[in-house]
């Protein structure tokens, strides 16, 4: 049962980043970072395609591979979070608590991604 679920949650995250990666709100990366660990525990047949596909090649091997990331693609992935969390802050509205929320968490993944996420040249 619980490959089974790992198995509809790898593919569905799989499917959203795809999409991510032509639709400019919708993340890429973390979709498919999620895709490989629900694979890498329900189907190695899965994770050994996944790995071979020109997305998770172009987004992930460096990364995956801790070489890290270029700096084409984190400015593209902090943009992207940059505009979902705006569209967030603005729904919003008056709720206060919601809006510092979310402006810690835009601060702390520009952190991450400026300082945790290796640069390296194409």
């Known amino acids: 049962m619980r490959k089974i679920v790992l198995l509809i949650l790898g593919c569905s995250s799989l499917v959203l980043g795809v999409i991510g990666a032509f639709v400019p709100l919708l993340p890429t990366v973390p979709f498919l970072l999620l895709s490989a660990y629900c694979f890498t ?3 190695k047949k899965l994770y050994g395609w996944l790995i071979e596909t020109k997305i998770y090649k172009y987004y ?3 990364y995956s591979a801790d070489q890290g ?11 992207k979070t940059t ?3 705006i569209i967030g802050i603005i729904m919003l509205g008056e709720i206060l608590i919601g809006r510092i929320i979310l402006g810690v968490i835009w601060i702390l993944h520009l952190i991450y991604f400026t300082l945790g996420v290796k640069t390296v040249h194409a």
Request: proline fraction near 0%.
């Open 41 to 43: 525990r329900s189907s």
């Open 60 to 62: 992930l091997s460096g």
């Open 69 to 79: 990331m270029t700096k084409k693609q984190k400015i593209k992935i902090m943009i």
């Open 83 to 85: 505009i979902i969390i």
